[in-house]
């Protein structure tokens, strides 16, 4: 009875237009003036107004989004959340994320549907053996347990994937980390504007940002289609558009912007119960919880902002999905999207203050965007309401390009998962 009445009034609600529904969080109008203004109402914006509010009990803070909430990157990924880096710095970003990943859903009291069912890195040469093997090392050592795996243990998992001595990509060994998997990318983006929404931020969508008030050498607020509204300091996370974005203040930032797609197949029973990606091809591969593959793989590298792919990179990833997984090349594709996503030269995201004074800035996560979220937008309410940063933000600061002092993850984040 209760399973038909839930039907019935879904059914409803579809036809009257969700008029009998409470919205999740309010359709504010910009004030005046705020403490803190955030330009960019994806993951990484959303939870950095919730942060500022729980955390650091800011409530005078206003989310500038010019699309709907989660229209960008946010809602454009392949959901997988993972922390396996090489460096010491990378791995505290992306753990402290999958830390607060873990706890997510219950902090937010919104199911972000986290699955952490275990991503499997492979490699199918002797070299890609040894990075494996390094990588596995410098995991445990920085404090992220990781098992290696030799091709009997990859076999036993994925029963599916090649076993022919003459395929191009047979595994011969691979990184396992356990607690890495998926979220449901709506569902994070959501939670946080519900959750930041309960405690006071206002939520601003349809409204772009022009401009920057500037006074006195110094960021004082923005100018919208909305009109102007002033602040006390400014963050950005705006993702592949922090270029363009930063260029309204005269702002050369270090970031290119590429094209990342993704494709779907049609639903199949469970049969890839794991996060399975390749070193040599950039491919990746998980089972969505409808039954449908998701998969992608490498940078479309011509300069684009256009939130779609092309045949050519469709074709690499494809290749690369069926020679791994041949019973995957009877699956019909059912779509294929893109994401805009900002790379800067050493792959690691920038954290810090802008050149201009009172804009803070979040930014160059590549491709990993959605998996850092939590941590990005922890990191970017502390510089914004303590003025200073982290110690885990620190070694991001854009300076780290004047003292040479670079990251480079061109490894673990140059793959695009």
């Not at 399975?276 to 070193?279: G, H, L, Q, Y």
């Given at each position: 009875m209760t399973s038909r009445y839930s039907a019935l009034a879904l059914l409803k609600e579809?036809?009257?237009?969700?008029?009998?529904?409470?919205?999740?969080?309010?359709?504010?109008r910009p004030k005046p003036a705020y403490e803190f203004i955030i330009v960019g109402g994806g993951g990484h914006g959303l939870a950095t107004a919730y942060y500022l509010a729980k955390t650091h009990r800011k409530t005078r803070v206003c989310v500038v989004e010019k699309g709907w909430i989660g229209g960008g990157n946010t809602g454009r990924n392949t959901t997988i959340v993972r922390s396996n880096y090489f460096y010491p710095e990378s791995t505290a970003v992306?753990?402290?994320?999958?830390?607060?990943?873990?706890?997510?859903?219950?902090?937010?009291?919104?199911?972000?549907?986290?699955?952490?069912?275990?991503?499997?890195?492979?490699?199918?040469?002797?070299?890609?053996?040894?990075?494996?093997?390094?990588?596995?090392?410098?995991?445990?050592?920085?404090?992220v347990e990781a098992e290696f795996w030799g091709p009997e243990q990859i076999r036993a998992k994925l029963p599916l994937v090649t076993q022919?001595?003459?395929?191009?990509?047979?595994?011969?060994?691979?990184?396992?980390?356990?607690?890495?998997?998926?979220?449901?990318?709506?569902?994070?983006?959501?939670?946080?504007?519900?959750?930041?929404?309960?405690?006071?931020?206002?939520?601003?969508?349809?409204?772009?940002?022009?401009?920057?008030?500037?006074?006195?050498?110094?960021?004082?607020g923005v100018e919208t289609s909305l009109g102007e509204v002033r602040s006390d300091a400014v963050g950005v996370?705006?993702?592949g558009h922090s270029s363009q974005l930063m260029a309204k203040v005269g702002v050369q930032l270090p970031i290119h912007s590429y094209a990342l797609q993704a494709m779907v197949t049609e639903p199949v029973k469970p049969c890839l119960d794991i996060v399975?990606?390749?070193?040599g091809t950039g491919v990746y591969a998980s089972q969505s919880d409808?039954?449908?593959?998701?998969?992608?793989?490498?940078?479309?590298?011509v300069p684009s902002y256009g939130q779609r792919g092309n045949p050519p990179m469709l074709e690499a990833v494809v290749s690369g999905l069926v020679e791994l997984f041949p019973a995957f090349g009877q699956l019909k594709m059912l779509r294929q999207w893109g994401g805009i996503v900002d790379v800067v030269p050493d792959s690691s995201p920038i954290i810090g203050p802008s050149p201009t004074r009172g804009v803070f800035l979040n930014c160059g996560w590549g491709t990993g965007g959605f998996k850092a979220i939590p941590a990005g937008g922890t990191l970017l309410a502390h510089l914004l309401a303590t003025g200073g940063h982290h110690e885990i933000s620190r070694p991001f600061d854009l300076d780290r390009f004047r003292t040479g002092r670079l990251i480079d993850e061109?490894?673990?984040?140059?793959?695009?998962h």
């Open positions: 579809g036809l009257v237009g969700h008029k009998g529904w409470q919205p999740a969080w309010r359709k504010a992306y753990d402290l994320a999958l830390r607060l990943y873990e706890g997510l859903s219950r902090d937010l009291n919104y199911n972000v549907m986290l699955s952490q069912r275990g991503i499997l890195l492979m490699s199918h040469t002797q070299a890609q053996l040894e990075i494996a093997a390094r990588l596995c090392n410098q995991m445990n050592i920085n404090g022919s001595l003459s395929a191009r990509y047979l595994p011969n060994g691979g990184v396992w980390q356990a607690r890495g998997g998926v979220a449901r990318h709506d569902a994070v983006a959501w939670s946080y504007a519900r959750a930041a929404d309960r405690l006071g931020v206002d939520i601003v969508e349809n409204c772009e940002v022009t401009g920057f008030l500037m006074q006195n050498g110094a960021c004082v996370a705006v993702a399975a990606s390749v070193i409808k039954g449908e593959i998701v998969f992608g793989g490498g940078l479309d590298r061109a490894a673990g984040a140059g793959i695009a």
